[in-house]
C-alpha cells in the first residue's frame, strides 16, 4: 500500500478498506505517515465524505492506537454520557451524581474545555483540593466503592485522535461529520463504557449549527457504537442559548450544586433528567423511560443525588464544605449587570457570543497548554422568549480586573436582542434516537 494512493482515492470519491485505514492510522501515530499526508488526507475527507464503513473502520483504527481502558472489574453495567459541547453546560456534574444515586455506577473520563466550551474538569478543579487524576487501580476502586468518579482521560487513551484533532484544528478540517464522529466515537470505545447517552448539540454555540447536520452526527456515532457493540441513545438538544444560566467554571459547579440540591430546575435539570432516565434504563436500575425519570427525580428530592457529589468530593480529596454551601466557592471580585435597552422579549442570548464573553476575561482557553481563570464568567438572568422592562438586568458579569470586565461586557451585550412582539423560546430537545 502507498499513502499517495490512498489519498487519491479518497480524493476521486473512493471507498477505502478498513485495511486502508488502519495502515494510514498506524503509518500516522508511528510517525511513518507525515502531516502533509494526513493533513492531505483529511481534506479529502473533508469535500468527499466518509461511508458508515469507513467511518466506523477509522474509528476503531484510532481507539486501537492507544490505551484501551479496562472496566471489567466495575460491577454492574458502566454507563457513559458524551456531550458535544456546549456553553453554560454543567451536565455531567449534575447528571453523574443523579444517576451513581440510582445505583447505576458512573465511571466518566473528561476533557478539558477548549475554544468557547467549558471542560467537566477544569469545574470539578474550583473545588479546593479536588482531584482529578487517580491511577486506574484507584478510579475502579472508587467506582466499586462508591458508584462514581470522575477523572481525566489518560494521556494513552486514542493517541491517534489527540494527532489528527492537533492537524485538523489547523487545516480547517474540524468542521467534518465523519472526523468529529470518529474523533469522539474513538475515545468512547477506548475508555471501557458497556452503554453510552450521547448529547449531542445543535444551534449557534455547537460545532452543529443546524438540527439536520447534528441528525446525521448522532445518528452516525449512534451506529458505530452499536456496530461495536455497545448500547447506545442520543438526545439532540438546543444550544441556541446557553444551557445554565452561569458560564464559567466557578459559577457553573455552583449551579450545578443548587440544582442537585433541588433548588433550581430549568433547562439544565430538564436536560439531566432526560439524558439521564436514558442512563438508568441502559443500566438496567428502571424498565421504562418514565419509571426513570421518577427515580430521577426522587434522588434529587431525598438528597440523596446531592450527597453521591459529596462522597466524589471527599472521596477525591476536595473540601466538602464548599459543596454544603457552594456560595463560599471564590468569585471573581469585579462584578456589574448588563440591562436591557427597551421593553419588550428576549430574541436571542447568544450561547457563542456570550461563551466568547467568558473567554475574553479568562474562562476558557485558546490552546491547550492555556491556564484558566476559574473564578470568571457570566450569569445570564433571562431567556429567549422572557418579557423584559427597559433598565431590567439581563446578565451579571465577574471578571478579575476592571479592564477584562469592560471588555466582556462589550462582547456579552451583543448575545441579547429583543424583540417588540412575544417570542417562543427553541425546543430543549429536538430529537431522541434509542433503541
Ligand atoms: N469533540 C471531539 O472530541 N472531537 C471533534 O472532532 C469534535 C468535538
Ligand atoms: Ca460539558
Same mark, same amino acid.
Given at each position: 500500500?502507498?499513502?499517495?494512493? *490512498?489519498?487519491?482515492?479518497?480524493?476521486?470519491?473512493?471507498? $477505502?478498506?478498513?485495511?486502508? *485505514?488502519?495502515? $494510514?492510522?498506524?503509518?500516522?501515530?508511528?510517525?511513518?505517515?507525515?502531516?502533509?499526508?494526513?493533513?492531505?488526507?483529511?481534506?479529502?475527507?473533508?469535500?468527499?465524505? /466518509?461511508?458508515?464503513?469507513?467511518?466506523?473502520?477509522?474509528?476503531?483504527?484510532?481507539?486501537?492506537?492507544?490505551?484501551?481502558?479496562?472496566? =471489567?472489574?466495575?460491577?454492574?453495567?458502566?454507563?457513559?454520557?458524551?456531550?458535544?459541547?456546549?456553553?453554560?453546560?454543567?451536565?455531567?456534574?449534575? $447528571?453523574?451524581?443523579?444517576?451513581?444515586?440510582?445505583?447505576?455506577?458512573?465511571?466518566?473520563?473528561?476533557?478539558?474545555?477548549?475554544?468557547?466550551?467549558?471542560?467537566?474538569?477544569?469545574?470539578?478543579?474550583?473545588?479546593?483540593?479536588?482531584?482529578?487524576?487517580?491511577?486506574? !487501580?484507584?478510579? *475502579?476502586?472508587?467506582?466499586?466503592? %462508591?458508584? %462514581?468518579?470522575?477523572?481525566?482521560?489518560?494521556?494513552?487513551?486514542?493517541?491517534?485522535?489527540?494527532?489528527?484533532?492537533?492537524?485538523?484544528?489547523?487545516?480547517?478540517?474540524?468542521?467534518?461529520?465523519?472526523?468529529?464522529?470518529?474523533?469522539? /466515537?474513538?475515545?468512547?470505545?477506548?475508555?471501557?463504557?458497556?452503554? *453510552?447517552?450521547?448529547?449531542?448539540?445543535?444551534?449557534?454555540?455547537?460545532?452543529?449549527?443546524?438540527?439536520?447536520?447534528?441528525?446525521?452526527?448522532?445518528?452516525?456515532?449512534?451506529? %458505530?457504537?452499536?456496530?461495536?457493540?455497545?448500547?447506545?441513545?442520543?438526545? @439532540?438538544?438546543?444550544?441556541?442559548?446557553?444551557?445554565?444560566?452561569?458560564?464559567?467554571?466557578?459559577?457553573?459547579?455552583?449551579?450545578?450544586?443548587?440544582?442537585?440540591?433541588? !433548588?433550581?430546575?430549568?433547562?439544565?435539570?430538564?436536560?439531566?433528567? !432526560?439524558?439521564?432516565?436514558?442512563?438508568?434504563?441502559?443500566?438496567?436500575?428502571?424498565?421504562?423511560?418514565?419509571?426513570?425519570?421518577?427515580?430521577?427525580?426522587?434522588?434529587?428530592?431525598?438528597?440523596?443525588?446531592?450527597?453521591?457529589?459529596?462522597?466524589?468530593?471527599?472521596?477525591?480529596?476536595?473540601?466538602?464544605?464548599? @459543596?454544603?454551601?457552594?456560595?463560599?466557592?471564590?468569585?471573581?471580585?469585579?462584578?456589574?449587570? @448588563?440591562?436591557?435597552?427597551?421593553?419588550?422579549?428576549?430574541?436571542?442570548?447568544?450561547? /457563542?457570543?456570550?461563551?466568547?464573553?467568558?473567554?475574553?476575561?479568562?474562562?476558557?482557553?485558546?490552546?491547550?497548554?492555556?491556564?484558566?481563570?476559574?473564578?470568571?464568567? $457570566?450569569?445570564?438572568?433571562?431567556?429567549?422568549?422572557?418579557?423584559? !422592562?427597559?433598565?431590567?438586568?439581563?446578565?451579571?458579569?465577574?471578571?478579575?480586573?476592571?479592564?477584562?470586565?469592560?471588555?466582556?461586557?462589550?462582547?456579552?451585550?451583543?448575545?441579547?436582542?429583543? =424583540?417588540?412582539?412575544?417570542?417562543?423560546?427553541?425546543?430543549?430537545?429536538?430529537?431522541?434516537?434509542?433503541?
Amino acid at each position: 500500500m502507498r499513502v499517495p494512493d *490512498i489519498i487519491m482515492k479518497k480524493r476521486d470519491g473512493g471507498e $477505502l478498506s478498513p485495511e486502508e *485505514i488502519f495502515f $494510514l492510522i498506524d503509518g500516522m501515530v508511528s510517525g511513518d505517515v507525515p502531516d502533509y499526508q494526513m493533513s492531505a488526507f483529511c481534506m479529502a475527507v473533508y469535500f468527499q465524505g /466518509m461511508t458508515p464503513a469507513e467511518t466506523a473502520a477509522l474509528t476503531l483504527a484510532m481507539a486501537r492506537s492507544g490505551e484501551i481502558v479496562d472496566l =471489567s472489574a466495575i460491577r454492574g453495567t458502566k454507563v457513559d454520557k458524551h456531550s458535544t459541547g456546549g456553553v453554560g453546560d454543567t451536565t455531567t456534574l449534575v $447528571l453523574a451524581p443523579m444517576v451513581a444515586a440510582t445505583g447505576v455506577p458512573v465511571a466518566k473520563m473528561s476533557g478539558r474545555g477548549l475554544g468557547h466550551t467549558g471542560g467537566t474538569l477544569d469545574k470539578l478543579e474550583s473545588i479546593p483540593g479536588m482531584r482529578v487524576s487517580l491511577s486506574e !487501580e484507584e478510579f *475502579i476502586e472508587q467506582v466499586n466503592r %462508591i458508584g %462514581i468518579a470522575i477523572v481525566g482521560q489518560t494521556e494513552d487513551v486514542a493517541p491517534a485522535d489527540k494527532i489528527l484533532y492537533a492537524l485538523r484544528d489547523v487545516t480547517a478540517t474540524v468542521e467534518s461529520i465523519p472526523l468529529i464522529a470518529a474523533s469522539i /466515537m474513538s475515545k468512547k470505545l477506548a475508555t471501557g463504557a458497556d452503554a *453510552i447517552v450521547l448529547d449531542v448539540k445543535t444551534g449557534t454555540g455547537a460545532f452543529m449549527h443546524d438540527l439536520s447536520q447534528a441528525e446525521a452526527l448522532a445518528g452516525l456515532m449512534v451506529d %458505530i457504537g452499536r456496530m461495536a457493540r455497545r448500547k447506545m441513545a442520543a438526545v @439532540i438538544s438546543d444550544m441556541n442559548q446557553p444551557l445554565g444560566h452561569g458560564v464559567g467554571n466557578t459559577l457553573e459547579v455552583i449551579e450545578a450544586v443548587q440544582t442537585l440540591a433541588g !433548588e433550581k430546575r430549568g433547562r439544565l435539570f430538564d436536560l439531566c433528567l !432526560e439524558l439521564g432516565a436514558r442512563m438508568v434504563v441502559m443500566g438496567g436500575a428502571e424498565s421504562s423511560i418514565e419509571a426513570a425519570r421518577a427515580r430521577l427525580n426522587d434522588v434529587v428530592d431525598s438528597g440523596a443525588a446531592l450527597e453521591k457529589l459529596r462522597e466524589m468530593v471527599v472521596a477525591q480529596g476536595g473540601d466538602p464544605a464548599y @459543596i454544603d454551601d457552594p456560595r463560599r466557592l471564590p468569585v471573581a471580585p469585579y462584578s456589574e449587570y @448588563i440591562t436591557a435597552p427597551c421593553s419588550g422579549y428576549v430574541a436571542s442570548v447568544d450561547a /457563542m457570543t456570550l461563551g466568547k464573553a467568558a473567554m475574553s476575561m479568562g474562562a476558557g482557553r485558546a490552546r491547550k497548554e492555556d491556564s484558566v481563570d476559574l473564578e470568571c464568567g $457570566l450569569v445570564t438572568l433571562v431567556s429567549i422568549g422572557d418579557p423584559v !422592562e427597559q433598565g431590567q438586568p439581563v446578565a451579571k458579569l465577574y471578571a478579575s480586573s476592571t479592564s477584562l470586565l469592560t471588555e466582556g461586557l462589550s462582547v456579552a451585550a451583543k448575545a441579547y436582542t429583543y =424583540s417588540a412582539e412575544p417570542i417562543e423560546p427553541p425546543p430543549l430537545v429536538y430529537r431522541i434516537i434509542e433503541s
